[in-house]
DNA sequence: TATGAATGAGGATTCATTCAT
DNA sequence: GATGAATGAATCCTCATTCAT
């Protein structure tokens, strides 16, 4: 993730963009047991080439997730001093889920659990969600006993709910993060039984 | 499920319980991508014995779902007739999400879609579960816009947001319960930006 | 094949009767590749009977084995009184044919090599054979140069040769026994480049 | 079979010959029971080499069948315009039944009556083979009641006879050649009991 | 004796990964 | 850097055979 030793040739780095893509695509298609060759032949390169950019296939995964949660991060930065604090946070939860939905890979969220690269990314999202939390409780848009890892865990539920189904309609999750949001409104809030979880 | 041509012999049948348990925990330890190698061997029996109860890997799987799902049928009729309609619905997702906690499948959902018995016991689920919805809605304790498909839907998601985390606390799932649960509460609804799911 | 020890019983005796049909049904159908599972189901009895009346597989094939050269044995004792030795073996050959075309087991004929009843058996056949070629040939309606081995050899010919096709007419083989018959007469005759061979 | 995409890689086209030539071995000591796993230890390959040049056993037979069915096609063109017509079909049959003693494979003949490429090899020869049969017939040396079908049937029969025999002389198919070939002659002619069998 | 459940070796095939070209 | 051939471990599944019921 940071400064690479060296910066890539040309060709080299349309190759791993391409193969980043066409993971993507492809593992959308046919779940994590898609094979590296499919991966290859979807970005028109050679197998050894994906080994050349990624040591393991778990390592394309890894990459795969980590640009994910970064654009994440990206956004709630950019969410961050926006004038409204309730519209700020819903838009991020838009965004997140969005994203998801363009291609649908929750099931890839546990898989690079124990990726260093994954953990400080993912380190990144909570501090720039954290903000936007915050702030919305501040602002009372959000009820008191909700924290910045309820918000993050929420944030896949609303996609993966539609998954259930064999093939959702396009825009179907905004209802369900419309239900989970109503549930994170302060009207009407009943207490919560459990206490929120901490990250290790 | 029930009346086989024939009933088991006592050891075969006590074979297929083995089986049936040893391969919720082995999946739920690995996934799918576990091998029947190794979910025979948790049953202690030979891989061969898998293949007389299962036809094929798929068929396991399924035979699994098709017990999660009926056990659930099984607790939506129970409930049908509770003299608190909200009570029951609520009892109803706490029995949902528990199950699932116990072994963590949610993946298994989608898996076995094909499968005819499978999607009997869906429909069955969806006709049990259609009552309670039903009750509680006419009783004012749900949303008017909230339609059976949507709690069929949005039932799997407690469990499923803590799984985001590598070693959830085991009654967590209640928390996004009540969250979720709120956001189908009348009070303070907000309405809804796309129209329920039907199913196929 | 002789005496066995004790007479089996009725039922058994029906069984093993039941087992030989249905096996040779089952490897004229799917080859020796056919498995005594569907072997034991076309029988109508339990694969562990199957193994009562048979040790092994290779045991039952070649009880079938044996039953088509004895079929043959005796069909060569019945003609070799006959008062036209030429068309003795010529009803010879149409009996062996025939006997093949029911269920094409030519495959088999090869796969019990070994095995001693059948060895018996198949010298049993040369004997019997034997008589009727010396008469042909004695009787000027077969060349001089041909022997009962020649004649024991080319036996299978005619039906194996239009197993080339996929699906031959049933009568199909006549036509190439009467070819080969032809090539047998000594009429137009030409002399032959290898000696006959001999059996071990 | 020739002019692939693109060519081989030299160490590439080696394993390929190497796996076609030791399949053919292999094949013809333990029929098509054997193991690809044999077939690779014998090419000295890698068991996933095999798949990679075949992608089934089936495919890999297949590809066999029609190397052989190919050298006859391209002898029988070679003889098309010999000037002796009986001596050129009597070539012929000596080089189909020559081959076929190399490595007894006639098992293989049915086993890929699917294989389109199998297929299409096989009409080239019945194309090649009918020039040949039809100038024999022509001069006066073939019966006139026999087709290039007839032929191509019987062209198998002289091996197959042999292989009744456990250890057959090398040569012994000359002998039986010999005798069909005067079943195919002229002289001494007796008429047919079935019309010749047709394609498909 | 008959049954059919259990066994486990063996088979075809896939696939991540390595490495010579 | 890129290629694609080779590798071999791992996987699902089949089947002859054994044995408890």
Redesign the interface.
Known sequence: MPSSPRPLRADAARNRRQLLDAAETVFAERG??ASVADIAARAGVAKGTVFRHFATKEDLIASIVCEHITALTDAAKGLAGAPDPGAALRDFLVIAADQRRQHDLT?L??AS?GDPAVGRARDDLHCALGVLVDRARDAGVLRPD?TET?V???M??PV???????D??P??W???L????????P???????????TL?
Chains 1, 2, 3, 4 share one sequence.
């Open positions: 994590l047991a099931f969220q546990t659990d909700i309820d993050f865990l929420l896949c539920a993966h709910v539609t998954d259930n189904l064999a959702p309609p825009m179907l905004r209802r369900y419309a239900i989970i949001f109503d549930g994170l409104r009207e009407g809030a009943h207490p919560l039984p459990e206490p929120p979880p290790p």
